[in-house]
């Protein structure tokens, strides 16, 4: 019974020894090419089209052999190098590539392995870097966006990458090429610093002269304005002036006829702007325009000194004094003496 279990035991082993060695596993990611001593036909390509996933048979070592790849898509960084611009600038870049095992056969028979498919790649990257040499320093690095052009950078990468490729049955699909870094030499950094420094002041510097031009503008303007102005205001003062002296004229030519009425008239006006509000003055009825008052009031009191009997004489101490005549308030001449109200 011992010895029955043994060799079930054996055989067993066997059997999952046969089958490792019968059998292999593709995943749906993967793509198998079963080789024969070595070779490969197209029937040897398993799940390319990512329909033959699963477990499969084959013939055990060293009769044939399974080499998996993947589907996916494979991301290559390249190291930091410098590279030279079309304006002789130097500039350091770091670059990267997308790719992925579009025929898996041609892919098997140039490279055998995904490792010397990189290496193969980094090769081709750093002799398509050249391209960047079309490009000047402004179009890799620049503050203004619109004058960015990197990603002209890239498509013509990505073109001399594909040109390189074509017609050498590699089985590589390069999907995209790009500039993942861009770094300045301390040299270079300071001249572009210095540079742009020297960019602002010429931009602040041409602000200030279209700033100043127009200043220029709106000063001269404001001037012409202000002479058009002005000569209109002396026209007009002319033509007044003219006109007053007109009228001045022909009043002086009236005057002239009688100059006792043009006195009056003269006193007349006077008074008249003296007693324009209500105020109470010691004014000297002698004086002009004053003795006007003086006048009126002798003349209204003719008539009746001539119908009342005479009076006595009145005592010299009790009699006001000549010049205390109420008139209506007014302004105070330049020679009088506001009080306050006084009785006659």
């Known amino acids: 019974m011992k010895r ?8 067993a082993l066997v059997a999952v020894f046969m089958l490792v060695l019968c059998t292999y596993q593709v995943d749906f990611d993967q793509t198998a090419i079963r080789t024969t001593f ?7 390509v398993i799940n390319a089209d990512g329909q033959g996933a699963g477990l499969h048979l084959k013939w055990p070592w060293p009769i044939q052999d399974v080499l998996l790849f993947e589907r996916r898509t494979h991301l290559f960084t390249d190291t930091l190098e410098q590279q030279e611009t079309q304006d002789k600038q130097v500039v350091i870049l770091r670059t990267y590539l997308a790719w992925r095992i579009a025929a898996p056969l041609d892919f098997y028979r140039s490279f055998r392995t995904p490792a010397y498919g990189e290496r193969f790649l980094a090769e081709r990257l750093r002799s398509a870097r050249s391209e960047i040499g079309r490009f000047t320093f402004d179009d890799l690095t620049n503050t203004d966006p619109e004058h960015l052009r990197i990603a002209d950078a890239e498509r013509a990468l990505l073109e001399r990458m594909r040109g390189e490729l074509d017609g050498q049955h590699t089985g590589i699909d390069v999907l995209t090429v790009g500039i993942s870094r861009i770094i300045l030499p301390e040299q270079i950094t300071r001249s572009v610093f210095a540079r742009m420094s020297q960019t602002r002041q010429r931009l602040a510097q041409q602000a200030r002269s279209e700033g100043e031009a127009m200043a220029r503008g709106i000063r001269a303007k404001t001037d012409r304005d202000r002479d058009r102005i002005l000569a209109f ?17 022909e009043s002086y030519a009236v005057f002239a006829e009688d100059e006792d009425l043009a006195i009056f008239l003269r006193n007349l006006d006077a008074l008249h702007i003296s007693l324009a509000n209500n105020a109470t003055f010691l004014l000297d009825t002698r004086l002009a325009p004053f003795d006007l008052l003086q006048s009126l009031h002798s003349a209204s009191s003719a008539p009746a000194a001539m119908s009342a009997p005479a009076p006595a004489a009145p005592d010299a101490a009790a ?3 000549p010049a205390l005549v109420p008139v209506p308030a007014a302004q105070p001449a330049p020679d009088a003496i506001p009080t306050p109200a006084a009785q006659p």
């Open 4 to 11: 029955i279990l043994l060799i079930a035991f054996a055989i």
């Open 38 to 44: 070595g070779r490969a036909t197209e029937t040897d």
């Open 233 to 249: 205001a002396e026209r007009e003062a002319q033509r007044i002036r003219a006109e007053g002296d007109a009228a001045a004229a």
């Open 319 to 321: 009699m006001p004094h």
